[in-house]
């Protein structure tokens, strides 16, 4: 290679290598674009896309739009209007600061900008063409900006294999559009797709009508308003109730001074603090809005701002934990409600059946509802050892007995750890036992969550650990096993504490009231009392229910008798 072989890229490939951070796929086009058009004060803003994207976005607003010399400065990198100095990053106020959306975008595509700003002569339209300018002219239109991206990813043959199918692609347009309404539910938002029919989002006075021109008005209904100030920290937003939950975030939307933001860290406080309340591994539907005073979160940490740094986790902490806490929803049971099917249906298949039973009756719809669970209910027996059965009111209700205990282990173990007063049981004998060295690794790794539930373990030689004190709810027969299992998960498993309370209770259920086991009556109304008393006693910590009720009536429809 010769000595002169280092150079100075030219400009266009610059920009391409910057859009390979910031616009990695047809929606990122369309949130660089909203997000200006919000920065520009617009109140109707309009987005079509066809083929998902890939052939084509457009983006018009009625913002303040652009003089034709704004115009050619904003199409070169890093030009912007919204900073200017080193203190304005520590208080962004506006969506963009880089710079950088308008030479990446156009950078990528067949680019078109027109814009009038209400005073120029005329118009501006700007073309360029991956990344080469090639027509500036005078046009003709309303005041406000419209920005449309053309053939994207057409001479990056890598980038353009690397998009997916025109509906996924779709789909995180409409995502992004969603996620950007949901910020701004004072500005009415347009989306077209190929077909020309639009989704449109009327500018509204608040959040919940916004939710409900996105999921439904029958949806908000059942949202939960949750609300908390801590410390400048404020928190708005809403919550589907914990009956009602979902495997994944889908329905997660959180936003950090109306910044949509998917952050893990965001997530991980989230988790925590649902961790009490709602089952774990699922999730709710959840419009989350945080304000946090100015200087409080670092926008500039990843390239296309989805992540953000935020000075006080902890107080963001306890603010959302006071603020599901404040929700209210500590009991709801799993109501069975059979089918209405007219009554003699039920009866006339039974009857004409060999094997009827309860099992050929058609499945009964699962609708989870709010209710306390009542005193004075009465515990009439043991199922199959492994469910009892109260009477409570009119009502038959059952209860898993596996997973109840086991709810009540996991909450008696967060709550200790909670409140630091995690009971360490010392060996009287530490175990000393092989491991694999990633094994022993990961157990280093989070030693001091494992001592904050009482497990306490050291590197012994280069391939043993030496356990010297546990949690007591573990069994002394299963030591071994737990720390061997407990090993070779925690790798994979992420750095929360419910995976560990979670796994501890797993265990701890695995001795003592697991199912099969004949329980005397007082042992019966000890643990439903216990559940009775417990956060989200409804539903064990991996999101079955562990309590479900039978109306008296719909007993009766079984025996014909209504
Ligand atoms: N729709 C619009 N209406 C009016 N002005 C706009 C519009 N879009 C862009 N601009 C102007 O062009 C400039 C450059 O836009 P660009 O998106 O490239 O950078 P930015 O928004 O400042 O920062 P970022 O790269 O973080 O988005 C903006 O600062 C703004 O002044
Ligand atoms: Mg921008």
Known sequence: MSRSSVK????????????????????????????????????????????????????????????????????????????????????????????????????????????????????????????????????????????????????????????????????????????TALTRPDIHFEITDDSGTALVYPAVTGMKERIAALWGADEVHRLLELRSEKEGIRIEGFISPPGDTYTRRSRHHVMVNGRTVRDPGINRVISSALSMSYPHGRYPALVLSIFLPPGGVDVNVHPSKKEVRIEQINLLSSALKEAVKNLGTRTSVTRYAFPRTPQLDVYQRAADSTTASVGNLPLPSVDNLSLPIEEGERVIGQYQGTYILLQSGSDLLIVDQHAAHERIVFNNLMSSRMENRSMSQPLMVPMVMELASSEIKSLLGKVDLLESFGLELEEFGGSEVRVTSTPPEIPS????????????????????????????????????ITAGRRLTEEEMATLVDDLRHAEAGFACPHGRPTIVAIALEDIEKLFGRR
């Open 477 to 512: 027969e299963l030591l071994h096993t737990f720390i061997r299992t407990l090993a070779s998960d925690l790798g994979e498993m992420e750095d929360l504490p419910e995976e560990i309370a979670l796994l501890i209770s797993r265990w701890a259920c695995k001795s003592s």
């Open 8 to 179: 100075i890229l030219q400009e266009s490939l610059i920009n391409v290598i910057a859009a390979g951070e910031v616009i990695e796929r047809p929606s990122a086009v369309v949130k660089e674009l909203v997000e200006n058009a919000l920065d520009a004060g617009s109140s109707r803003i309009t987005v079509t896309v066809e083929d998902g994207g890939r052939r084509h976005i457009n983006v018009s607003d009625d913002g303040t739009g652009m003089s034709e010399q704004d115009a050619l400065l904003a199409i070169e990198r890093h030009a912007t209007s919204k900073i200017s100095a080193m203190e304005d990053l520590n208080d962004i106020k506006t969506m963009g600061f880089r710079g950088e959306a308008l030479p990446s975008i156009a950078s990528v595509g067949q680019f078109v900008l027109k814009t009038w700003d209400g005073f120029s002569d005329s118009g501006t339209c700007i073309r360029i063409n991956n990344g080469t300018l090639s027509r500036v002219e005078p046009c003709g239109r309303p005041r406000g900006t419209s920005v449309s991206l053309s053939s994207i990813f057409g001479t990056l043959p890598a980038r353009k294999k690397y998009m997916k199918s025109r509906d996924t692609e779709m789909s995180w347009c409409l995502r992004t559009v969603e996620e």
